[in-house]
T-cell receptor, first 111, second 119 residues
Framework: GQNIDQPTEMTATEGAIVQINCTYQ??????LFWYQQHAGEAPTFLSY????GLEEKGRFSSFLSRSKGYSYLLLKELQMKDSASYLC????????????FGAGTRLFVKA | DGGITQSPKYLFRKEGQNVTLSCEQN?????MYWYRQDPGQGLRLIYY???????QKGDIAEGYSVSREKKESFPLTVTSAQKNPTAFYLC??????????????????FGSGTRLTVV
């Protein structure tokens, strides 16, 4: 089957760094996405990885290892507004449209 | 500004009633999708459409119907056959429906969601 695993909840302190891990098992691989979703709102696109390595975008970075079926999202200089759910999503098949979403990791940032 | 609009934001349905959720986009995106989000679960695909007048079932299509008469619009009807419709429904669109070039960002643009409750 196809499966995406990520921790249910994490707590971190304002100004700190937090790493949210995601492991996946899918039939084929054609890209991994991270989305941010505040409670009751739509997910917003954060990052996309299709090749191994680290993609940096301001305070957020995303890492991918295709051989390990593993990704992480790194958030630096945490702010209170970063409290949200972070969704890991994988597009399994080349040429495919479907994206499989993980259940999301709820991040709580405390002062 | 371009975007994707869902309405209504909140919707209450009585037992045995059909309701329709609206989704409109002005991004000129070809593909549109409907997802359902339940607590503790990932987004699950209900229906998707790659082109006007064509749509396909996703993983949990039973009890739902859609139409794609215009590129901009992809309404979802929750029928009385859907036994557990209470959920948060998200509409999304993307530029490409097939094919994927390495290094391109082809994520979804999501609407703000409709929270449906059965009363």
């Amino acid at each position: 089957g196809q499966n995406i695993d990520q921790p249910t909840e994490m707590t971190a302190t304002e100004g700190a760094i937090v790493q949210i891990n995601c492991t996946y098992q899918t039939s084929g691989f054609n890209g991994l996405f991270w989305y941010q979703q505040h409670a009751g709102e739509a997910p917003t696109f954060l990052s996309y990885n299709v090749l191994d390595g680290l993609e940096e975008k301001g305070r957020f970075s995303s890492f991918l290892s295709r051989s390990k079926g593993y990704s992480y999202l790194l958030l630096k200089e945490l702010q209170m507004k970063d409290s949200a759910s972070y969704l890991c999503a994988v597009r399994p098949n080349t040429g495919g449209f479907k994206t499989i979403f993980g259940a999301g990791t709820r991040l709580f940032v405390k002062a | 500004d371009g975007g994707i609009t869902q309405s209504p934001k909140y919707l209450f349905r009585k037992e045995g009633q059909n309701v329709t959720l609206s989704c409109e986009q002005n991004l000129n995106h070809d593909a549109m999708y409907w997802y359902r989000q339940d607590p503790g679960q990932g987004l699950r695909l209900i229906y998707y459409s790659q082109i006007v007048n064509d749509f396909q079932k996703g993983d949990i299509a039973e009890g739902y119907s859609v139409s794609r008469e215009k590129k901009e619009s992809f309404p979802l009807t929750v029928t009385s056959a859907q036994k557990n419709p209470t959920a948060f429904y998200l509409c999304a669109s993307s530029m490409r429906s097939l094919g994927f070039r390495a290094g391109t960002e082809d994520g979804y643009t999501f609407g703000s969601g409709t929270r449906l409750t059965v009363v």
